[in-house]
């Protein structure tokens, strides 16, 4: 749901749930989630943002107990963080960059 909490931070999006539902369906659930949610909001820098937030949480979330799923979630990552360093300009930029700091 949005409005999702983590360390401290409200989430406008509902990726930290869409993909704790993907999570039980593995790779492919993963990464047809990413593609989903990517395609559709990549164009939004706050759930641009979100979505980067979600996916490093996941990195750290897995990386001890399932490490090929934390791989894909790396992989996800450097795509969509390098999308948003090359696309986002002035206040969604710095937005993006305070966020993920």
């Not at 990464?31 to 939004?44: G, H, I, P, Q, V």
């Not at 490093?56 to 790396?74: F, M, P, Q, R």
Request: hydrophobic share 35%; glycine share 4%.
């Amino acid at each position: 749901m949005a409005g999702d909490f983590w360390n401290g931070r409200q989430f406008v999006s509902t990726f930290p749930s869409d993909f704790a539902i993907a999570n039980k369906y593995g790779e492919e659930g993963v990464r047809d989630t990413y593609k989903r949610c990517f395609d559709a909001w990549k164009e939004d820098y706050k759930f641009l943002t979100d979505l980067v937030l979600t996916l490093n949480w996941y990195i750290w979330a897995l990386y001890k107990t399932n490490e090929k799923l934390a791989h894909v979630y790396d992989v996800l990552w450097k795509k969509c963080h390098n999308y948003a360093l090359s696309h986002l300009k002035g206040n969604e930029l710095q937005y993006y960059i305070q966020e993920t700091d």
